[in-house]
């Protein structure tokens, strides 16, 4: 009952009746979190408390109100709001993006700080439990002790802002470390998950605290630092139960284990099964009690190419083997013109099948395929970004996949399928779909493409098919 009061007057500190506008609300801070609603104020009371939890955090930077969509129609058109209730961050008044979760104060919380903590404000934590639940979600951490600390903090951001996976706090009440076992008065904590090390600054100077930070985190960084310009790396990727401390001694150590192996040959990542539903979705997990690995291109949680799934016994050897293989089998080569491909192949839902097909206006090649069933799917896969890379000059080709685990292809213009495969659907031809043969030849791929396409290609994209195929006839569009 006393929880329910608490929670009830917290929520009391913002009037959901407000007569503010929306410029109004948007000009009081930097950033604001905005929870939008059509409807019965009292439906969405316990959402709105989670905000105001979080606000706690980030007063001295954040505004955080709500806004009745039925009110105003027109102060909102410009924001594309697609759900009832939603939260929508906007930083100097400008749209900024919307949360789509689930509605968890540890989640929401998590959401808003990534946010607030990718612009360069470390978290203001206020609480031994802030404390806590920072470190939680963001294992690999530097928090700054005591009231003046606080524009350190701002300043050591800036040694970072080439590792944006690394964050910063800091705690004005020194009597919080104390409460958290840490005798001394430290300047900063340096909490570092992957090698179980936590490490105390008592002295500040920023070169000595740079010089001393930098060479702990920067291993598992390396290419953030140096790869923007390199995005296909592969990346080994941990979903685990962060509330289970054998997970964490477990991915610890294999992920030690591959860093000495492959150096900066790979990204290492690790998150929540609950904080990560696609790629839970993606493993078929529904027993959350051990570890799962996945290796994939370019993962920063979106925009990323179909990952695949370790099906072994978990064990620092066994991993360690299986990445050595996808890297060998799968190693990039551009054999076209010496070309990086950067882009991702996008991943479409059904409903994004339908209306690529209805468009017709490209020629799009399709992979339909479950990225978890065998290998075959891999090497279809490494054949289309080298064409893919052919034909980037190329606005009338399109490259997609389709992941059947995920998306039901029943009612879907498919032509009969058995196992994996990539379709052409030709641009402005009525024809049946044409399934491209699985021989994983480039020439022979190619070759049959340049068959089928009507489309008119560039004279770029001409000289590059001509380098495997010096006499190929190209179909110019009628």
């Not at 129609?73 to 961050?89: C, D, F, M, Y």
Request: with cysteine; net charge neutral; aromatic share 12%.
């Amino acid at each position: 009952m006393l929880l329910f009061l608490f929670s009830f007057l917290l929520f009391q500190q913002y009037d959901f009746e407000s007569n503010e506008t929306l410029p109004q609300i948007l000009e009081k801070n930097v950033y604001t979190a905005i929870l939008f609603y059509a409807g019965d104020h009292s439906l969405f009371r316990n959402f709105f408390s989670v905000l105001n939890r979080v606000y706690n955090r980030h007063k001295d930077i954040l505004t955080v109100s709500c806004y009745n969509t039925r009110r105003n129609s027109s102060e909102i058109e410009k924001i594309p709001i697609t759900q009832n209730p939603e939260i929508a961050l906007f930083k100097n008044g400008e749209y900024a993006g919307s949360y789509y979760g689930d509605w968890t104060e540890k989640r929401i919380s998590s959401f808003i700080s990534d946010f607030i903590n990718d612009n360069n404000a470390p978290e203001h934590l206020t609480t031994i439990n802030q404390v806590r639940e920072f470190q939680d979600i963001k294992p690999t951490n530097v928090i700054f002790f005591g009231e003046v600390q606080s524009q350190l903090a701002y300043l050591i951001r800036g040694f970072f802002e080439n590792m944006p996976k690394v964050p910063i706090a800091y705690v004005p009440d020194i009597s919080i470390a104390h409460s958290l076992g840490i005798t001394v008065n430290p300047i900063a904590q340096l909490n570092h998950p992957l090698d179980e090390t936590s490490i105390l600054f008592e002295q500040f100077s920023d070169e000595k605290l740079k010089n001393r930070i930098t060479p702990i985190i920067k291993p598992l960084y390396q290419n953030q630092i140096v790869g923007n310009s390199m995005k296909n790396q592969w990346t080994l990727v941990s979903l685990v139960n962060k509330e289970n401390n054998l997970h964490r001694h477990i991915v610890a150590d294999i992920v030690k284990h591959c860093y000495s192996v492959f150096g900066d040959q790979i990204n290492y990542e690790s998150c929540d099964f609950f904080d990560c539903d696609k790629y839970t979705y993606y493993s078929g997990v529904t027993n959350t009690s051990n570890p799962v690995f996945f290796a994939m291109k370019q993962y920063h949680y979106k925009n990323s190419g179909d990952p695949i799934f370790y099906k072994g016994k978990v064990s620092r050897v066994n991993i360690r083997k299986w990445m050595r293989s996808i890297i060998s089998t799968h190693k990039k080569t551009d054999l076209i013109a010496n070309r990086l491909n950067i882009e991702p192949i996008p991943m479409i839902s059904s409903a994004d099948f339908i209306d690529i097909v209805k468009e017709n206006t490209t020629d799009s090649l399709i992979l339909i395929g479950d990225p978890a069933s065998d290998n075959e799917y891999v090497k279809q896969m490494q054949l289309l970004y080298q064409i893919k890379d052919i034909f980037k000059e190329t606005s009338t080709v399109k490259v997609f996949s389709l992941n059947t685990a995920r998306y039901k292809t029943t009612g879907l213009p498919l032509p009969p399928l058995n196992k994996i495969c990539t379709i052409l659907y030709p641009a402005m031809n009525e024809v049946t779909p044409i399934i491209i043969p699985p021989v994983f030849d480039l020439r022979a791929s190619v070759e049959h493409l340049i068959y089928h396409m009507k489309s008119r290609l560039s004279e770029s994209t001409k000289e590059d098919v001509r380098k495997i195929l010096p006499n190929a006839v190209f179909i110019e569009s009628e």
